[in-house]
């Protein structure tokens, strides 16, 4: 698949953005990214999504430690999840119709807007 280079060079700097504002971008803005403005299929854009987090992550890391805010305490066990949550979420990811998936993620999305809205 050929990808627009500046498609999808707008999509990571704008989850580069989002991420390094609220800590999220890589679901948030590069799944819907690649679905509505590449034409990925749901399960492509989610394995692409997690192939740029590490880099995105690190990057943003680096500036949140030289800033101090990084609870260092909490971030070895959150880490330790999220190992084997993303390694069974990746299993789970080609058992579910892209379809589901879609409504899933768009559902998980709605429902974290309006608790953030309410709170």
Do not use: C, E, K, Y
Not at 48 to 73: P, Q, Y
Not at 104 to 118: G, T, Y
Request: proline content about 3%; hydrophobic content about 60%.
């Amino acid at each position: 698949m050929s990808v627009p280079t500046a498609r999808a060079l707008a999509i990571g700097l704008t989850a580069g953005i989002v991420g390094g504002l609220f800590g999220v971008g890589g679901g948030i803005i590069v799944v819907p990214g690649l679905v509505l403005w590449l034409g990925f299929t749901q399960h492509r854009a989610s394995g692409t999504s997690v192939a740029t987090i590490i880099a995105s992550a690190g990057a943003a890391l680096i500036a949140f430690a030289l800033d101090g805010s990084v609870d260092w305490s909490a971030a070895p066990a959150i880490t330790l999840g999220a190992i084997f949550g993303a390694a069974l979420g990746a299993r789970l990811l080609h058992r579910i119709p892209a379809r589901n998936l879609t409504r899933a993620f768009s559902l998980l999305l709605f429902v974290a807007a309006l608790r953030m809205i309410l709170a």
